[in-house]
């Protein structure tokens, strides 16, 4: 087995691996790389094997650590042996016996469709702000976007023709997906009266922009949700990701099929995508509740 040395160098090695071969986000490789560092940190100079990796996990559990940080951290480990002992640095894994801890996945925060239509109706189109504003609302929650995706939409990816828009999630994956005619119709609003008179906007092919004519940031997005909340009344803890989870859960209430959304949503495995029908189960579970008798 190596030594300390020797592991610090593969970990450069499986850093380069990991940033070119899968395609991962820097936060997702710095994750990864930091979840090793503090292994590496627990081990100093002893013989790395199965029952020292074990004992590792044994003292975060006990300083309290969340499942979801442990069950991370074990992912760590097991890709960065795993990678070692398939490409011949280590002569076996001594983290391939490694199990997470079962974590109750919470179920998405949703919006009833008609809170939904509150949060868009709270926009007022007689203003350039509102127009843009329901124009992104539309297109977030009627597309299914991350907010990543949605404010780095440009106009070259919308077919209006087709309705249909082109999008690059996670890992740079490509996806085509439709896009309902309301978004449509506040997209065209908004590029022929508000974002053809901005600061700058000749010069840039993003769709959304401020009322600078700069691409709208991440935290613009969240301030400008929160406001139309608040104003829509909704009591809800309402984030990008919850108008998401929201397109998901409507479409399938709706009928449509489990591998239509996961198409949708850009989810490589479609085990991602079944939380989705755990928040549809419980809706039919407050149903029974609201209108059976008996329930």
């Not at 539309?138 to 087709?162: Q, V």
């Not at 859960?249 to 479609?270: C, K, P, W, Y």
Request: charged share 25%.
């Amino acid at each position: 087995m190596a030594n300390l040395s020797n592991y610090k160098k593969y970990k450069e090695i499986f850093k380069d691996y990991i940033l070119t071969e899968r395609s991962l986000s820097k936060n997702s490789v710095e994750a990864y790389i930091k979840d090793i560092e503090q292994l590496l940190a627990y081990v100093q100079n002893r013989h790395i094997d199965a029952e020292l990796i074990e004992n590792y996990f044994i003292e975060l559990t006990k300083k309290h650590f969340l499942a979801t940080s442990v069950s991370r951290k074990i992912s760590s480990v097991r890709a960065f042996f795993l990678f070692l002992y398939e490409e011949g640095y280590i002569d076996n894994d001594p983290a391939s016996n490694l199990s997470p801890p079962k974590i109750m996945r919470k179920l998405p925060d949703v919006l009833s469709q008609r809170e939904v239509i509150k949060l868009l109706d709270s926009c007022d189109t007689s203003t350039n702000k509102g127009i843009r504003d329901r124009a992104m609302l539309e297109t977030i929650y009627g597309a299914g976007l991350r907010i990543s995706e949605l404010i780095n939409l440009k106009i070259s990816d919308i077919d209006f023709n087709e309705s249909l828009i082109r999008i690059f999630g996670k890992g740079s994956k490509e996806r085509i997906v439709p896009i309902g005619q309301y978004a449509i119709k506040y997209m065209k609003l908004y590029l022929n009266n508000v974002r053809r008179h901005l600061k700058f906007s000749l010069y840039s092919d993003i769709l959304f922009l401020n009322m600078n004519g700069k691409p709208l940031s991440r935290m613009g997005f969240w301030k400008i949700l929160k406001y139309y909340t608040q104003k829509s009344g909704i009591k809800k803890h309402v984030s990008p990701h919850t108008l998401r989870h929201s397109f998901a859960t409507h479409l399938l209430e709706g009928g449509a099929d489990l591998r239509s959304v996961q198409e949708m949503l850009g989810h490589s495995n479609i085990v991602t995508t079944e939380i989705y029908t755990h928040v549809d189960r419980e809706y039919l579970k407050e149903t029974l509740k609201l209108y059976l008798p008996r329930g």
